[in-house]
């Protein structure tokens, strides 16, 4: 079998909310299954190679978000022509939100996304902070913990990860949370994400290994800690 | 009339502390700001004639003003210190009303506190220090604190507010250097910093966040990075780099997890440190910098009160249990942790290995720092481990991912209790790594049982 590839967008600016667990979540439940896999790291001015089956993008500081921006212009073709052919994508806070059409932020306006997702983000006053759960159609109960001023709505058709049972979601106001677009996911949720949440994780992986033109079926994990640390979680205040 | 009400009231708050052990080490400065809302400004008005001396960053703020002030003893200066770490405004009025007589005098001569990032503005604009020492900024309950370049610039801002002061900064992290570049009218920051770093290195450092110009957001060059993104680095001609050390470690030797040896500014006098880590390394530059240019201070009486000094209150502190030896090691953000896990875990791998990981406000909600440190260089830890509080369930993911198998769950501190006497013998060593609050209640409950074993016996 071909190595699954995943490509983890500038995780030097990008990922300062623990996203590493996302990678290593991947990694090792491809590790976990002998499935043979690489993470490559793409960072600002270098490019995502041509073959690889599935895409990461984590959250930044306000500060970085600018120079990763005008990067995200050079490869959004690339990134769209991907998740178009069901290429799997998971983006979380920061890069969500440079996944949608714009962001409007405090210190430097209006910072243009690549229109993948069909959101738009402002920046707000409020930060929404605080451990969240989440009900969703596809993956059942997700959990995480949000950190954002910047508000998200939709624009057009689009389908939310799920609907916000404690917590704030995408904006203060329609109990919604992340995005869904064909096999490409934005979300909020950092904590990490994968790790608590394997349901979504192995959706990914059984995208990543459909995208690189293989068949397999994964095999079953053992997922009674992630289960329990989800549920201990979901619990807390 | 007000004020002296504030500080009565204080006093009797204080005292009521003491007598019925409850209320905490803030609750006189609350009483006494809800009396006279300025009260801290004024309890510094002409006091302390030889200044006041403020320490803040993210790691190292206790240890660093717990050096100093053993500077200050050797040299023979008198001062008030908040040091139990009560490092929020309201701590720092407790200090202050305890030391302070009814007409408002102080009779120590320097003014020591560490301050919490966030209350920095706040206390500083009203205590105006003479001198402000950062150790760092790194990743740390962003949940509280915010994105770091929030902090360096409220820190920024505040250094304009007070053109009088000394600014003491780590050199060799870029976000905290860079606070002392181009400032106006020719004013200069002191640095401290490391030479040169021989010692190991993590193999899976997730937490360097100011790599980065901070004033372009070009990559800096680093020659040699020796943890997160503390090291040696330069920028382009012309813009930001690496300021000149002017208080330089060098010739860093660590033995075991014992101590750490080292010289500042070609000094012939070798530094003996009985507590390991670069990261103290740090701490007690920042601190001989301080002690030399706020006061001072000799050569002679500063090395003198490195050489005699441990570590404070939790953050590496050993306490005795049921015959056993626990070595209480306080974590709190990812780089912290990586540092105790290189300084000590990575030397004695076979202790039993505690972790009690809270999510209380204290301890920030957020624990997906757990996922940044680097539990991977541990998958040869050969020793038994524990995990217990809230996040119990949260920290054995988190091993389980980094390949580290056959790891314990208890989150009931009792219970947990009784699974390190189930799994060590006596007179062995453990490591005991909790956050805060876990700190905070582990480190009761082993005192108290450990008290009640001794008077069994007596």
Known sequence: MKKIKIAHLYPERMSIYGDHGNTLALEQRMNWRSIKNEVVRVEVGEKIPNDIDLIFIGGGQDKGQLVVANDLLKKASQIRDFVESGGPLLSVCGGYQLLGEYFISNDYGQIQGIGLFNII??????????????????FGQLVGFENHSGATEFIGRANPLGVVKKGYGNNPNDKLEGVIYKNAIGTYLHGSFLPKNPKVADWLLRQAIKHSGQTLKLKELNDELENSARKFASKRP | MRSLLAILAAKAASKLNRVSGSGGSSFPGLVAKKI??????????????????????????????????????????????????SNMEQGLI???TDSVDISSKISAEVGLFEVDEAFMPKVCRAIKPDTIVVTNLFRDQLDRYGELDKIARSFRSLFEDLPGANLVLNADDPLVASLGFNLENERKATYFGVANYNGPKLKHDYTADSIFDPFTQEKLHYTDRYFSHIGR???????????KLDFVAEDVKQKGIENIKFVVNNSTKVIKLDMPGL??????????????????????????ALNESSAAFGRSETLSYKGRELLLL??????????????????????????????????GRDISWLWDAAFEDLSDYKGKILVGGSRAY??????????????????????????????SSKRSKVFMLPTYTAMLSMRSKIVSEDEKAKEYWQ
Do not use: C, W
């Open chain 2, 394 to 423: 949260d920290m054995a993911l988190r091993l389980k991912y980094a390949g580290i198998k056959g790891v314990s769950i208890e989150p009931d501190e009792s219970k947990l209790l009784a699974k390190i006497e189930m799994n």
């Open chain 2, 36 to 85: 006279d809302k300025d009260i801290l400004e004024k309890l510094v008005l002409n006091n302390f004639p030889r200044g006041i001396i403020v320490v803040t960053g993210t790691n190292g703020k206790t240890t660093t003003s717990k050096l100093i002030a053993n500077m200050l003893d050797e040299a023979g200066i008198t001062y008030v210190h908040n040091r139990t770490g």
């Open chain 2, 330 to 363: 306080l974590i709190k953000n990812p780089t912290g942790l990586n540092q105790v896990i290189q300084s000590y875990l990575l030397k004695e791998k076979d202790r039993l290995l505690v972790f009690v990981i809270n999510d209380n406000y204290a301890d």
């Open chain 1, 121 to 138: 983000s402002k920046a707000t006053n409020t930060r929404m902070i605080g451990n969240i759960v989440v009900q969703s159609e596809k």
């Open chain 2, 94 to 96: 407790s200090s202050l």
């Open chain 2, 279 to 304: 990261f103290n390394v740090y701490n007690s530059v920042a601190a001989f910098a301080t002690a030399k240019i706020a006061l001072e201070i000799s050569d002679k009486d500063i090395i003198f």
């Open chain 2, 233 to 243: 680095y330069r920028g382009k001609r012309g813009g930001f780099t690496r300021p």
